[in-house]
């Protein structure tokens, strides 16, 4: 079966309507560019080996826009579903009874299985139709501009697999698959999710359509070791949330949210990425449990480090208060 008729059919069969990618508009808009060019051409009597110019005003005007909204839209829904759905598995006590009672998840903890692993599907089959339907452009145009278009929305943010509530719904499923086996139940959360180590280095892989496999490292750039407490920049490149404070200079009391719009990425330099960064609690659990004499060290030192960058802090406060 061909991929568009596999997507459509996927898309189709969700219970409610969601964003997804127009593979017919797009395909009919390339074939109409092709059209145009080709007319052009016997007008004239001449043949390129390019089917549009560079700057093709059928595809600039129509296709990359239709698509990027596309994306956006795509990207939009699932981050919103996939932060609801943690927020309720994390959640404790009273509140995740309020979460329940607001309606933000209806039914059962299988539901909530359900919700994760159809969430991980919508997010890996629609990766793979935006890098199919790029590949198309490029094939039509003999060009690179689906690739270049590709790195813009990924400076966009809106690139689905760079989204760092798919890394947390991996481990999600890891964490469920591991508590149903050592409490003697039978798994049912998504099997294509797993962590692995290469060289003693950890690794969150997942496997599913079109035999694409995405693996996110999860060693920190900075301090070159398991990340600890990790967190997601809105670039998308994970560090250890302290690390991640010396990189924006700001101290562990003042936290992340203070830094200043011109800090950047250590990884992909890029500005302005502190502000909307996010907590991969899920993440933390899963390497816990999988790394807990490590966990233990890390978190022993981590402490003494807080207590210090803590006494600094309200010291110099107490100093400036005094006029010392």
């Not at 596999?6 to 990618?21: D, I």
């Not at 909530?112 to 599907?121: A, N, Y």
């Not at 490149?237 to 800090?263: D, Q, R, T, W």
């Amino acid at each position: 079966m061909k991929f568009c008729k596999k997507y459509q059919e996927y898309m189709q069969g969700q219970e409610k309507k969601l964003p997804g990618v127009g593979f017919k508009k797009l395909k009919k808009i390339l074939k109409n560019c092709r059209r145009e060019f080709q007319s052009k051409n016997d007008v004239h009597g001449v043949f390129h080996n390019q089917t549009c110019p560079q700057h093709c005003p059928v595809c600039d005007g129509t296709f990359f826009p239709s698509l990027l909204k596309e994306m956006s839209d795509i990207v939009g829904c699932f981050n919103e579903r996939a932060q609801k759905l943690l927020e309720l598995h994390l959640a404790s006590g009273f509140r995740k009874y309020f979460i329940w009672f607001k309606g933000k998840l209806q039914g059962s903890h299988v539901a909530l299985i359900q919700e994760g692993k159809d969430l991980v599907s919508y997010a890996l089959i629609n990766a793979v139709a935006i890098r199919k339907i790029l590949k198309k452009y490029d094939k039509v145009h003999f060009s690179k501009q689906g690739q270049a278009f590709k790195s813009q929305a990924q400076s966009m943010h809106i690139e689905i697999l760079q989204s760092p509530w798919l890394c947390e719904l991996m481990a999600f499923h890891i964490n469920l698959r591991e508590t149903k086996v050592k409490s003697g139940m039978t798994p049912a959360s998504f099997e294509g999710c797993y962590l692995t180590f290469n060289d003693g280095k950890p690794f969150i892989s997942c496997e599913l359509f079109d035999s694409v496999k995405l693996d996110i490292d999860l060693t920190c750039s900075i301090c070159l070791d398991t990340v600890f407490d990790p967190v997601s920049l809105t670039c998308g490149h994970i560090f250890c949330y302290m690390c991640a404070c010396s990189a924006a200079s700001v101290s562990i009391v003042n936290g992340l949210k203070a830094a200043e719009p011109k800090e950047k990425c250590p990884l992909c330099r890029e500005a302005g990425v502190y502000e909307g960064f996010v907590h991969l609690d899920e993440l933390s659990i899963l390497l816990r449990r999988s790394c807990s004499e490590y966990w233990e060290q890390r978190l022993q030192m981590e402490r003494a480090e807080r207590v210090r960058q803590a006494k600094e802090h309200w010291e110099s406060q107490c100093r400036a208060f005094v006029g010392v």
